[in-house]
């Protein structure tokens, strides 16, 4: 049998290598993106939050050499835009306090930290994602707080608020059944000026019909999670799906990230089972709209490319 050429961009198995020595959450958190993995410029952790972290604050005030988006969500399938805690987090020496599902994007050189939760009720989510480097040694940033006393203070006149996304947009995704319909859109240029990055998400809640179609797309790099739910056992995906990549057909029954590299056709993607409730998320690299990320991407049963937010056919057109 032929070695696969594409299974080397996707990460079956996270890694557990930061994030350690707190109690309460996943510690080490789960690394699902990196360029020892995949061989992607980039770094993505997640891990969830079980009880009111120990040490807390956990996160300190620190800055990085690259931007960072991060973003928490919660567990309960029905209410996705509750985060199931309240978190105090300071962006610029800016207290910044949230309860909803909620994402940041935070410029590089930018201070931020620390991150002290205030209440929990249920498991959520907390993710980070460093744009420019896949290496963790140049990933997580310096450590700016001078011992655990020094106060935050806002230099700059500017409201941080403008870096914090409490609220999604409803815009891709439309028509399918077992998911949410339409996704939510928690990063692009519309809700955040400075941000170059579109992310869009939403739980899969049966086997997805109609099947997501073939795609590619030319000028961009897009990451893809499909995240396990089950929240007591996180490498679980909790069904069987299978996820085309190149001419190759890919199964997972696990938690996986993967990478895609501008040029190379995905899809279609195909829910064979359904266990349990858990998270697909497509992160396009460059783009700042929806438009910019998806526009011709997609392809028809004709083999012909469809526009963002056409569906297709339910049945390949007859031949004449």
Request: charged residues 20%; contains cysteine; hydrophobic residues 30%.
């Amino acid at each position: 049998m032929a070695a696969s050429k594409f299974e080397k961009y996707a990460v079956r198995k996270p890694v557990y290598e930061v994030g350690v020595g707190v109690k309460n959450r996943q510690s080490p958190r789960m690394t699902y993106i990196s360029q020892k993995q995949c061989g992607a410029p980039y770094y993505i952790t997640l891990g969830w939050v079980y009880g009111i972290p120990k040490p807390n604050p956990c996160v300190r005030e620190h800055v990085h050499d690259y931007d960072e988006i991060l973003l928490f969500y919660g567990s309960d399938t029905k209410n996705p835009q509750v985060l199931g805690g309240e978190i105090e987090f300071y962006i610029g020496g800016q207290p910044i306090t949230f309860n909803t599902t909620t994402s940041m994007c935070i410029p590089k050189g930018t201070p931020h930290g620390p991150v002290t939760w205030k209440k929990f009720q249920y498991p959520h989510m907390q993710m980070s994602f460093i744009l420019g480097t896949g290496d963790p040694a140049k990933a997580y940033g310096k450590d700016i707080t001078e011992g655990n006393k020094k106060p935050m203070i806002k230099e700059k006149d500017f409201d941080y608020e403008q870096y914090v996304i409490r609220s999604p947009m409803r815009e891709a995704g439309p028509g399918q059944k077992g998911r949410q319909s339409p996704t939510m859109t928690y990063m692009s240029r519309t809700q955040i000026g400075v941000a170059n990055t579109y992310i869009e998400w939403g739980w899969i809640y049966d086997v997805v019909s109609p099947n997501l179609p073939k795609m590619v797309h030319d000028e961009k790099d897009e990451i893809v999670l499909h995240i396990g739910g089950d929240y007591n056992n996180p490498e679980d995906l909790g069904a069987d799906l299978e996820f085309d990549l190149g001419n190759e057909q890919l199964i997972f029954n696990t938690s996986f990230g993967m990478w895609i590299p501008k040029g190379v056709m995905h899809g279609p993607l195909v829910w064979h089972k359904f266990r349990h409730p858990h998270i697909e998320m497509a992160i396009m690299l460059g783009a700042g709209t929806v438009m910019e990320g998806w526009a011709g991407s997609f392809f028809g049963p004709d083999g012909k490319r469809m526009q963002v937010g056409q569906r297709p056919p339910a049945k390949p057109p007859k031949k004449k």
